[in-house]
């Protein structure tokens, strides 16, 4: 069974720093492409990144390029979302998720949430 758990959210200030992590199971994980998206209060899920299966190659949306960086250690089934000076735009529920069929994530965790306030 596939699983994927996220954690590291929480509460902080604009401008200031989290780093997400997500522990992958029941699955290859060194195999798969993966991806994080989020969900603002009343908004749709929106993608914010992915990376192959080996972290080379990385893409982010625009709206959080140079200040997100996404990687991943295969070794321990992780993947990780680090953070950088965050908005009160990017107050959502993060979470880790594999294959997009058509607009349905097949795959999400339960998420974490992130609040930005001061």
């Known amino acids: 069974e596939v699983q994927l758990v996220e954690s590291g959210g929480g509460l902080v200030q604009p401008g200031g720093s989290l780093t997400l992590s997500c522990a992958a199971s029941g699955f290859t994980f060194s195999n798969y492409w ?11 899920l ?6 192959n299966n080996d972290g080379r190659f990385r893409h982010y949306a625009d709206s959080v390029k140079g200040r997100f960086t996404m990687y991943r250690d295969n070794a321990r089934n992780t993947l990780y979302l ?27 965790g339960q998420g974490t949430q992130v609040t930005v306030s001061s």
Not at 34 to 44: F, L, T
Not at 46 to 51: N, T
Not at 82 to 108: F, H, P, S
């Open 46 to 51: 929106e993608w914010v990144s992915q990376c």
């Open 34 to 44: 993966m991806h994080w998206v989020r969900q603002a209060p009343g908004k749709g």
């Open 82 to 108: 680090q953070m950088n000076n965050l908005q009160t735009e990017d107050a959502a529920v993060y979470y880790c998720a594999r294959d997009l069929i058509g607009t349905t994530w097949k795959y999400k």
